[in-house]
Each structure stands twice: as C-alpha cells, then as structure tokens.
C-alpha cells in the first residue's frame, strides 16, 4: 500500500491516535490538499510522517476511543413507509427537474 520511503500526511484523532493517512504526493497534490483539508475540518490533527510511523501506527478509521453512535431515530416506522416517501420524493423531483 506504502511505498518504502517518503513521506505521509496523516491525521490524528484528539486523542491521538492515528486514524487516516495519504501519501505525500507531488502528482496528486491537489487532491492530497483537498483530502488534508477535510481532516483539518473533521477536528484531526495533521502531521507529515515518513511511511514507516504511517506502517508502525495506522489502525483504520475506528480507534479504541471512539464515542459510542448516538442512537439514529428511524425517519420511518416500516420499510413500506419508507419506499412510499421516496417514490414521491422522486416523482416531486422529475417535476421540479423535468
Ligand atoms: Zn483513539
């Protein structure tokens, strides 16, 4: 996945843990820009670190301290509700859209 020398960007949670990374590339700079960027209004801290901290450390997006999911209240009481609201939302749009 990381080539063997370089550099990365990486964010870390609040707590420290490092739970995203990008590889610090001069080709695809724009796109690593705008992918920082949203770490950096995710809440993450953003360091660049050489591929090996991104190998000895990454974990995936879910670290040990993440909060418990706030429970989601169901916009809908059955699925058949459900089915109905997006067939008339989609009906409302091919209006709008045309
Ligand atoms: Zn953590």
Not at 55 to 71: L, N, Y
Request: aromatic share 10%.
């Amino acid at each position: 996945m990381f080539p063997k020398s370089g550099f990365s960007y990486i964010g870390r949670k609040p707590c420290g843990c490092m739970v995203t990374a990008i590889i610090d590339n001069p080709d695809t700079s724009r796109a690593v820009a705008t992918e920082v960027a949203s770490w950096l209004r995710q809440g993450l801290t953003v360091e660049r670190v050489t591929h090996q901290v991104v190998r000895d450390e990454f974990m995936g997006w879910m670290c040990p301290h993440a909060p418990p999911k706030p429970e989601q209240m169901p916009l809908f009481d059955t699925l058949e509700e459900s089915k109905r609201f997006e067939a008339a939302t989609y009906a409302i749009n091919q209006e709008i859209i045309g």
